[in-house]
């Protein structure tokens, strides 16, 4: 069984920074797509950053580039989110989700549609 867990979100004043951390387990043989994504109430779930394990390629919406920032650890047990410069448009719950494609890595990955693993969310607010 594939789990997954957010830590990290909180309250920051506009121009702060958070890492928002996600547990992985259960997820094997890669190549497989991990991304972070981010919802406020009434709004659909939008992709902030998503990375191909395959190639370690990672992709983002124009608004993130040079703000936000994906990573894992070695072993692809940790996902990361570095957010930086953060803003008030920025407040949503954030949610880290992985998936098998075999597409290859693409900016299609910032769809919701291609993961079936998701993780419960973490709340970040900036005032």
């Known amino acids: 069984e594939v789990q997954l867990v957010e830590s990290g979100g909180g309250s920051v004043q506009a121009g702060g920074s958070l890492r928002l951390s996600c547990a992985i387990s259960g997820m094997r043989n890669s190549p497989y797509a991990m991304g972070w994504f981010r919802q406020v109430p009434g709004k659909e779930r939008v992709g902030v950053a998503a990375?191909?394990?395959?190639?370690?390629?990672?992709f983002y919406p124009d608004r993130m580039k040079g703000r936000f920032t994906i990573s894992t650890d070695n072993l692809k047990h940790t996902l990361y989110l570095q957010m930086t410069n953060l803003q008030p448009a920025d407040t949503a719950m954030y949610y880290c989700?992985?998936?098998?494609?075999?597409?290859?890595?693409?900016?299609?990955?910032?769809?919701?549609?291609?993961?079936?693993?998701w993780g419960q969310g973490t709340q970040v607010t900036v005032s």
């Open positions: 989700a992985v998936g098998r494609t075999g597409a290859g890595p693409g900016a299609y990955l910032l769809f919701d549609t291609e993961y079936q693993h």
């Open positions: 990375l191909y394990t395959g190639s370690d390629h990672t």
